[in-house]
């Protein structure tokens, strides 16, 4: 297993970059970003999954704290789940996954998508360095990190501390382009079309339409 995620991260360089940038390095310090050696739970996690979607992924049981304990995905098809992971949740996790993995396929698709709804893509230099550092760095969002909802507001998904960055303590603030400030409120017309969400579905379109399909279907 350790060789599928050597392969990933040729495809995708999350764990380098990672530990390029000094927050996102310290937050994962006491991590371990490897593959458990009972992997028995990914027959469980794939029993979930129809046969052709089984077909087209791949599942790696992980080190419990890596990622501080989320599951993930890295290219090219692989969904990363931690051992002890609860058999209750798998289903649901296994359905948001899935569309990550659709998203890393079909990147086109899923930009044309997010044009139709009012997103456009922000490039990374586009972001204040000071604000950017402290956006925790999303495995499944690697390939397009930032989108401006109505081409003004960019949700950043902000460790809580810089000083003692935890991977799971973060604040979204939104970058309005066109003033050059961050608001820690949702901007109005973003919940008047999708209504009032949690930060982990509101940080990229990305993550609010895998949290909206993995409920809805």
């Not at 087209?56 to 002890?84: F, K, L, W």
Request: aromatic letters at 10%.
């Amino acid at each position: 297993m350790s060789e599928v995620l050597r392969k990933a991260e040729l495809l995708d360089g999350y764990v380098g970059l990672c530990k390029r940038d000094y927050i996102n390095s310290l937050a994962r310090s006491r991590c371990s970003y490897t593959a458990w050696p009972d992997q028995s739970l990914a027959k469980e996690a794939l029993a979930f999954l129809s046969r052709q979607e089984a077909d087209e992924v791949q599942v790696v049981i992980m080190d419990p704290s890596a990622e501080g304990g989320m599951p993930h995905t890295r290219e090219p098809n692989v969904i990363c789940i931690p051992a002890y992971f609860p058999s209750s949740s798998l289903k649901t996790t296994m359905k948001h996954e899935l569309i990550h993995i659709y998203q890393r396929k079909d990147v086109d698709g899923w930009n044309r998508r997010a044009q139709g709804e009012g997103w456009t893509r922000v490039q990374d230099k586009e972001i204040p360095e000071n604000w950017r550092r402290r956006c925790r760095i999303n495995p499944d969002t690697i390939d397009c990190r930032f989108f401006a909802w109505q081409g003004r507001w960019v949700p950043l998904p902000l460790f809580t501390r810089e000083d003692k960055p935890e991977l799971r303590d973060i604040s979204v603030r939104w970058l309005d382009l066109k003033e050059g400030t961050v608001l820690g409120r949702v901007p109005t017309s973003f919940t008047q079309v999708y209504g009032d969400l949690s930060s982990s579905a509101i940080e990229h379109p990305y993550e609010l339409w895998a949290y909206s399909l993995e409920k809805n279907g």
